[in-house]
């Protein structure tokens, strides 16, 4: 199956540093979704995007859709410890198709 | 209440038993989704159904059967149950009706299995 490229795969960082993680893609995705989880507990909707282009923000998260619509990026500002967890983005080619998921970005952040 | 909940949250079973984990949505959603999770692994599709009478094998069916008993309910059995199905799994929900394609993916809380 369809394997989205997620990079980086973890990310150890100072608390009140900024962090971006992005997603890629062999194919055109028409949906893009960025999802948390920490451990545990199943993944929780972040930030939904459904345009090319598009850059939306939930708190001190942004994400964007990239203008190739085969990348989606996802940026946290001013890390907090609560942040910790894996980020997974997840694309679907189009309504009525199955989403594919990033293996996940594992977020540490050292106080 | 949670909107998409799993049951049991955490099973250990026996090689070789019959399992079901079960997924109930009051979401109104029409599509369901069972996944599995390993670590390094990501999430990977077992099966899913677009609506009641609808169901399709995901990436890795084998193994694994699923029934839709109502748009609500979606449940995934183990009929032989083997270790390297320990994992943890995940019921999601999807609304393909939602307006302008703006479909999105909802999941449980998840069930933790381990088959010894």
């Known amino acids: 199956g369809q394997q989205l490229n997620q990079s980086p795969q973890s990310m150890f960082i100072q608390e009140g540093e900024d962090v971006s993680m992005n997603c890629t893609s062999s194919?055109?995705?028409?949906?893009w979704l960025w999802y948390k989880q920490d451990p545990g507990e199943g993944p929780v909707l972040l930030i939904a995007?459904?345009?090319?282009?598009e850059l939306t923000s939930n708190g001190r998260l942004t994400a964007q859709f990239g203008i190739t619509r085969k990348d989606s990026f996802l940026n946290i500002s001013a890390s907090i410890p609560s942040d910790v967890g894996i980020y997974f983005c997840?694309?679907?080619?189009?309504?009525?198709?199955?989403?594919?998921f990033g293996t996940g970005t594992s977020l540490t952040v050292i106080p | 209440d949670a909107d998409v909940t799993q049951t049991p949250r955490n099973r250990i079973t026996k090689t070789g038993k019959r399992i079901m984990l079960e997924c109930s949505q009051t979401?109104?959603?029409?599509?369901m989704y069972w996944y599995r999770q390993d670590p390094g692994l990501g999430l990977r599709l077992i099966y899913y159904?677009?609506?009641?009478?609808?169901?399709n094998k995901g990436e890795i069916s084998d193994g694994y059967s699923v029934s839709r008993q109502a748009q609500a309910k979606f449940s995934l059995s183990l009929e032989s149950a083997i270790p390297n199905q320990t994992a943890l799994y995940f019921c999601?929900?999807?609304?393909?009706?939602?307006?302008?394609?703006?479909?999105?993916?909802?999941f449980g809380p998840g069930t933790r299995l381990l088959v010894l």
């Open positions: 999601a929900t999807s609304d393909s009706l939602a307006g302008g394609g703006r479909e999105t993916q909802y």
């Open positions: 194919s055109i995705f028409n949906t």
């Open positions: 995007l459904y345009k090319a282009g």
């Open positions: 997840a694309g679907q080619p189009g309504t009525g198709n199955q989403f594919y």
């Open positions: 979401k109104g959603h029409d599509r």
């Open positions: 159904s677009f609506d009641v009478k609808d169901i």
